[in-house]
Nanobody, 129 residues
Framework: QVQLVESGGGSVQSGGSLRLTCQVFGYTVGTACMAWFRQAPGKEREGVALIDSDSTTSYADSVKGRFTISQDNAKYTLYLQMNTLKPSDTAMYYC???????????????????????WGQGTQVTVSS
């Protein structure tokens, strides 16, 4: 049974940093597409960063140059390093695993959440100005 557990969220001031962690149980990290998403109150869930089985990555324009997604296969863990945080980054952050365990890239980088069938419970990130 696949289970994802996020941690590392918190409250920081604008310009600060956080590192989110997603512990994966029941599946080998680095063999399929994984991603970080976020959802602010009243808004739809949006893709933040994708990482493929070969560790190539893709980012939403809003976080490029500030966020870094990575994975540690030996530790069954996915990470999201977030630097230069802004109040607009405030949201619940979720990690996701592709519902069919496919790679992310299939001619394009698709950050649609419908492609992901396994989710964690989320970790809250709050950035104050």
């Amino acid at each position: 049974q696949v289970q994802l557990v996020e941690s590392g969220g918190g409250s920081v001031q604008s310009g600060g940093s956080l590192r989110l962690t997603c512990q994966v149980f029941g599946y080998t990290v680095g063999t399929a597409c994984m991603a970080w998403f976020r959802q602010a109150p009243g808004k739809e869930r949006e893709g933040v960063a994708l990482i493929d089985s070969d560790s190539t990555t893709s980012y939403a324009d809003s976080v490029k140059g500030r966020f870094t997604i990575s994975q540690d296969n030996a530790k069954y863990t996915l990470y999201l390093q977030m630097n230069t945080l802004k109040p607009s980054d405030t949201a619940m952050y979720y990690c996701g695993l592709h519902r069919r365990f496919y790679d992310c890239y299939s001619g394009s980088w698709d950050m649609s959440p419908v492609r992901f069938g396994y989710w964690g419970q989320g970790t809250q990130v709050t950035v104050s100005s």
